[in-house]
């Protein structure tokens, strides 16, 4: 498990800079939607999120949101985790 919470955390990371990097948002999204980011997260861990297909900056916007909510909460079972057994 915890190999599985780490893949998703490093994964979200990349998406993180991504987002945070100012760039146009047609190619942020473009990058987040695509087979390397989105796609992998989900196959991980289920992404549940309202896309208000409005427009590029919202429907970013709205899964980083809720990959960022998904990612502190591995984070806490990661620690508890670790924490087992010490």
Do not use: H, Q
Request: with cysteine; proline share 1%; aromatic share 12%.
């Amino acid at each position: 498990m915890k190999n599985k919470i780490n893949k998703f955390l490093s994964i979200y990371n990349e998406a993180k800079a991504i987002w945070d990097s100012g760039a146009e948002w047609s190619l942020i999204y473009d990058m987040i939607f695509c087979e390397e980011i989105a796609k992998k997260l989900n196959r991980l861990f289920d992404i549940e999120y309202y896309d208000p297909d409005t427009s590029y900056e919202e429907d970013v916007n709205a899964f980083m949101r809720a990959v960022k909510a998904k990612a502190e909460e591995l984070e806490k079972i990661l620690k508890n985790i670790e924490n087992v057994g010490t």
